[in-house]
């Protein structure tokens, strides 16, 4: 089964995309650690999209594609904003005393620790970002 998304790249779009998270699960056979992963990256990454990836007054959307055909829960995230790949952001130090560690960086790591498998890729022709995240 696979479903299909297009959002504009906007803070209102969250909710859309939480229904359309509730719908998935509801259609599609998916595991308790499937479902918590599928919450997990589109709420994440499209937070990030949204803040990070396009420059004020730009209006751009999301695009998302959730599959299980074979099995593993296939997620790609795809957007036009600035080009950034997950997999190299920063660790957070998780370590130090909580009111010294840096905000930010959580929610990428813990898409990358869950997923079995995370590919990304900018094509620099066209402008999209396509983040390809894999749960089986």
């Known amino acids: 089964m696979e479903r299909c998304i297009e959002v504009p790249a906007e803070w209102e779009s969250i909710a859309r995309l939480i229904d359309f998270v509730d719908e998935v699960t509801g259609a599609m056979a998916l595991s308790e650690e ?12 499209a937070t990030n999209i949204i803040k990070y990836g396009y420059e004020d007054g ?29 997999r190299e952001c920063v660790e957070p ?7 010294s560690r ?15 498998y995370l590919a990304y890729h900018h094509d620099a022709g066209s402008g999209w970002n396509e983040l390809l995240v894999v749960k089986g």
């Open 34 to 45: 499937q479902d918590y992963v599928m919450r997990l990256v589109i709420e994440e990454i």
């Open 58 to 86: 730009i209006q751009g959307v999301i695009q998302l594609n959730c599959s299980n055909l074979r099995g593993p829960l296939h997620i790609i995230i795809r957007d036009r904003g600035h080009p950034f790949d997950p």
């Open 93 to 99: 130090d998780l370590c130090g005393d909580v009111q």
């Open 102 to 116: 840096t905000i930010g960086g959580l929610g990428l790591f813990l898409v990358r620790e869950f997923s079995d």
